[in-house]
């Protein structure tokens, strides 16, 4: 019989068993080229991580995140790093020479302020970055925005988003209620319990921003949705 591995492309099996699955960092690849897609990345801006559970016995829960200055068009699974959640050391490395994406220590404090986060995608998208640089942050007025964000989305003025410290402050002014935090002059970083979902987020918020600009125009009072006062049918299928 011959001898061919099931994903001959980026055969995973050759080097020490990993503790991201393939599908796992497929999924993370997946995402990448979505966000480029969407218009909500271009060049190498952003960077996705996704949380790797495992009990206090195996050391903790760690995440898979991308590698720094990455061209997602050659972004492949086994690219990815994996990062400790309990000491934000590197478990895994790529091999090729490349660094963990420069917000990894943000990554961590965010994971650590939100046990429920289960994916993170921070993206610097047009119009999110509009109301950024204006130092504001974002009400819903979209009801896919009210869904996944789950209410206004406050802006952190302006500094440097590469220490833990940045992470905390980023991750307090979040909250446990709200699933976006934008940074002032840079972009945005959006939470959920699993990457499908965190992905929503950095959309829905997007299209809200963009959605809110263009209302500006008009001029008016856009109306602001507020989760606790709208009646959503018990098991009704989420858009
Ligand atoms: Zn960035």
Redesign the pocket.
């Known amino acids: 019989m011959p001898d061919h591995p099931i994903h001959q492309h980026h055969d995973l099996s050759r080097t020490a068993p990993s503790l991201a699955t393939l599908e796992q960092r497929e999924e993370v690849v997946y995402y990448c080229l979505e966000t480029v897609k969407a218009q909500l990345n271009f060049n190498t801006?952003?960077?996705i991580s996704l949380r790797l559970r495992r009990g206090g016995d195996e050391g903790g829960d760690a995440m898979l995140i991308t590698p720094s200055g990455t061209r997602y068009d050659r972004l492949r699974p086994e690219h990815l790093f994996v990062v400790s959640l309990e000491t934000g050391e590197v478990l895994e490395s790529p091999r090729n020479g490349t660094m963990p994406s420069?917000?990894t220590p943000v990554h961590v404090e965010h994971y650590r302020r939100r046990p429920d986060v289960g994916a993170i995608v921070?993206?610097?998208s047009t119009h999110v970055n509009a109301f950024g640089i204006l130092g504001e942050g974002i009400d819903p007025v979209l009801l896919n925005m009210i869904l996944y964000a789950r209410g206004r989305v406050p802006c952190m003025p302006f500094e440097f988003?590469t220490q833990a410290d940045f992470g905390r402050r980023s991750a307090e002014l979040m909250g446990e209620d709200v699933n976006a935090v934008i940074?002032a002059n840079?972009?945005l970083l959006a939470v959920h319990v699993d990457l499908p979902c965190a992905y929503r987020v950095a959309c829905a918020v997007e299209e809200n921003a963009k959605v809110l600009l263009a209302s500006r125009a008009l001029g008016g009072t856009p109306r602001v949705l507020d989760l606790a006062a709208i009646d959503i049918p018990e098991g009704a299928p989420l858009p």
Do not use: D, I, L, R
């Open positions: 801006q952003g960077n420069t917000e921070h993206t610097e988003s940074w840079h972009g």
